[in-house]
C-alpha cells in the first residue's frame, strides 16, 4: 500500500531534481507479460543460471542456450511497453539532464523513444559473431536455424552479458558518470542482488544524492532509499508524472 506522504516526499524531490538517473530491472516489463528472473514465477524457479546465461555453458551445449533464448525472444517479441516504460519516456522529456540505465535485455524501453540509455546488460535482439565480434540485428522469431550462424560461418551468440562476463566498459563509464552527476536515483522493479548495478543505489546515497525506489516489495534497497514506494511501475510512474503536472 502506497502512503500518499511517500508520493508527496517523492514528487517534492523530483520537482527539485537537477539530474534525474533511472535505473530499471525486470519488473517494469513484469506487467508487459515478461518474466522476471527471481520470485516466484521468476525464471531462475525454474532454470538453472549457469546452464543458460554463462560463457561456458554457450560453449558446451550453445543449441540449449539459443532455445532458450528463442523462447524469451518469442514471449517479448509479442510484447507492447506498458505505462511504466512510457512513463520513463516521459520523465526523459520532462528533465534536460537524465539517464536511464536498464538491465533488461528486452528492448521495451528503446521501443517508447527513450534515447538516454544504457542498456548495461545488452539487447538480447543484437547478435555478436563469436569469432569476429561484430554486432548486427537479429529479429527472427522463432529461429529459421539454431544456433543461427554469421556470414563468416561462425556461430552468432545473443549480445548480452552473461554471468561471468564484465560489463560493456562504455557502458560501464557512461554508468559512473552519471552517477557521479545525478542527484536522484529512481530505482525501478529490481530485486537489487545482481551488482555491480546492485552498488549504484549505494553510490549516489554516498555521494549525497537522494534515492527513491519503486517495487511491488521490500528489496535489500530499501534500507538505504530515502523513499520506497511499494506497489506496480506502470501504476506509480505515470501517478508521478502526473503529480509532477509538467
Ligand atoms: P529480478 O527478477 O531479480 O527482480 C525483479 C524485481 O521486480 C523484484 O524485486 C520484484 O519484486 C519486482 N517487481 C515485479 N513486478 C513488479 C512490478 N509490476 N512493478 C514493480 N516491481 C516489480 O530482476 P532484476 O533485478 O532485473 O542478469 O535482475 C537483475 C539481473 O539478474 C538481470 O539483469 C539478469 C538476472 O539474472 C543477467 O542475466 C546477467
Redesign the pocket.
Known amino acids: 500500500m502506497i502512503h500518499a506522504a511517500d508520493i508527496d516526499k517523492a514528487v517534492e524531490r523530483l520537482a527539485n531534481t537537477k539530474f534525474l538517473l533511472v535505473l530499471t530491472?525486470?519488473?517494469?516489463s513484469?506487467?508487459s507479460g515478461i518474466p522476471?528472473?527471481?520470485?516466484n514465477d521468476?525464471l531462475?524457479q525454474n532454470y538453472r543460471?549457469e546452464e543458460l546465461?554463462t560463457p561456458w555453458a554457450f560453449e558446451r551445449d550453445p543449441v540449449t542456450v539459443w532455445k532458450w533464448y528463442d523462447w524469451r525472444r518469442g514471449i517479448i517479441g509479442k510484447a507492447e511497453p506498458n505505462p511504466g516504460h512510457h512513463a520513463i519516456k516521459e520523465l526523459e522529456d520532462i528533465f534536460e539532464n537524465f539517464l536511464l540505465i536498464t538491465?533488461?535485455v528486452d528492448g521495451l524501453h528503446g521501443r517508447t523513444g527513450v534515447t538516454r540509455m544504457v542498456e548495461i546488460?545488452g539487447n538480447l535482439w543484437r547478435v555478436r559473431c563469436v569469432r569476429e565480434g561484430k554486432t548486427s540485428m537479429l529479429m527472427e522469431v522463432p529461429l529459421s536455424s539454431i544456433p543461427p550462424r554469421c556470414e563468416c560461418g561462425e556461430m552468432l551468440r545473443p549480445d548480452?552479458?552473461?554471468?561471468g562476463e564484465s560489463l560493456p566498459t562504455q557502458a560501464l563509464e557512461q554508468a559512473f558518470k552519471a552517477l557521479e552527476m545525478c542527484d536522484t536515483l529512481m530505482v525501478?522493479?529490481?530485486?537489487?542482488?545482481?551488482y555491480p548495478v546492485a552498488s549504484f543505489p549505494e553510490t549516489v546515497k554516498s555521494n549525497g544524492g537522494f534515492v527513491i525506489e519503486?517495487?511491488?516489495?521490500a528489496?535489500p534497497i530499501s534500507n538505504i532509499a530515502d523513499v520506497s514506494l511499494y506497489g506496480?511501475?506502470?501504476d506509480i510512474l505515470p501517478a508521478l508524472v502526473n503529480a509532477l503536472g509538467v
Open positions: 530491472g525486470a519488473g517494469i513484469h506487467e522476471t528472473f527471481r520470485g521468476g531462475w543460471a546465461a538491465q533488461n546488460h548480452v552479458v552473461w554471468f525501478v522493479g529490481t530485486s537489487g542482488v545482481v519503486i517495487n511491488t516489495e528489496t506496480k511501475s506502470g
